[in-house]
């Protein structure tokens, strides 16, 4: 089974454009619970250019499947994870001046801290996820840190020009995610993926859940947000199935 994680990060960016209450990114992450997501992640960026604090307390309350929220590893954003108790808590580096996430936590560099959050937020019963790139190194440190589940960034897969580079970027989520799971690692994926490049992904068994955000909110301009979600989650079926 593959698992559609909704990301409802740039209906906020649309709506903050004007500094009004529209469009909700609550209404979408309801609206995705319908159309099949299997959970709502959103990302409470230290900067708020997109998801607010208010969204955040809003879909804790209304959510019905899962809340994934991102955050960085700050003391402000764990004393946020701890009042809200989401369900998952993944893990991101962030820097002020990025457009978007760009690469995956250095859980080496920042060891101490990650194990300590970890252990902070899983006493307090959140499953914490580390957004890690898709390399050995990343994922040994995430079971030393105890994480129990990495999401692999797939921005470089996304980002790849040519068939050769784009083939030689999912060998590497693929390697990472079987030596995730045989490490006892949940793995899951995401960052870039679209309609165009998101099934050799999910084709990959060892994945149990895609978070997609920017690409499905892109499509629901054309489509609408129900079926910009139920596409991505059948194109993931399918995949799935044909694997
Ligand atoms: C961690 C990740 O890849 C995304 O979920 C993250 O939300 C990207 O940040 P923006 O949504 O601000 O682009
Ligand atoms: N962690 C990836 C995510 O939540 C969505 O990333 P994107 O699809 O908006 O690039």
Known sequence: ???LGVNIDHVATL?????VNYPSPLEAALVAETAGADLITLHLREDRRHIKDEDVRLMRRALKT????????TPEMLDHALAIRPDDVCLVPEKREELTTEGGLDVERYFDQVRDYTRQLSAAGIRVSLFIDPTETSLSAAVEAGAP????????YADAIGQAARQSELARIRDAAEIGVYKG??????HGLNYHNVQPVAAIAEIRELNIG???VAQA???GFDR??????ALMVEARRAA
Do not use: C, P, S, Y
């Open 214 to 216: 920017h690409a499905i």
């Open 66 to 73: 899962r809340m994934n929220l991102e955050m960085a590893l």
């Open 149 to 156: 589940v990495v999401e692999l960034h797939t921005g470089r």
């Open 228 to 233: 910009a979600v139920r596409d991505m989650k």
């Open 221 to 223: 301009l054309f489509t």
């Open 15 to 19: 709506r903050n454009a004007r500094g």
């Open 185 to 190: 690692l949940v793995v899951n994926a995401g």
């Open 1 to 3: 089974m593959i698992l």
